[in-house]
Nanobody, 112 residues
Framework: QVKLVESGGGLVQPGESLTLSCVCS????GSWLMEWYRQAPGKQRE????????????KYADSVKGRFTISRDNAKNTLYLQMNALKPEDTAVYYC?????WGQGTQVTVSS
């Protein structure tokens, strides 16, 4: 059974950092292209970035390029999203995704 479980969200102040985790089961993340998305209230779900199957390449949306970094630990079957220099406009529910499957999301709120 394929399962993706995000965690690590919370309330932070502008400029702070946060790392999200996506623990996966039922498949090996090293065999799939993995993605991070977010959805802010009243907005469409936004693709933030992706990691290629071999893990050698990552691509990011312009809105987060230079601030967010995707990584993975194949041994833990876990995908990560390191978020630095957070802004109020980063407030959203964050999701990880493998083709055909989504996690339940984790809330990130950036506010002073």
């Amino acid at each position: 059974q394929v399962k993706l479980v995000e965690s690590g969200g919370g309330l932070v102040q502008p400029g702070e950092s946060l790392t999200l985790s996506c623990v996966c089961s039922g498949f090996a993340i090293g065999s799939w292209l993995m993605e991070w998305y977010r959805q802010a209230p009243g907005k469409q779900r936004e693709l933030l970035g992706m990691m290629t199957v071999d893990g050698r390449d990552t691509k990011y949306a312009d809105s987060v390029k230079g601030r967010f970094t995707i990584s993975r630990d194949n041994a833990k079957n876990t995908l990560y999203l390191q978020m630095n220099a957070l802004k109020p406009e980063d407030t959203a529910v964050y999701y990880c995704r493998r083709h055909g499957y989504w996690g339940q999301g984790t809330q990130v709120t950036v506010s002073s």
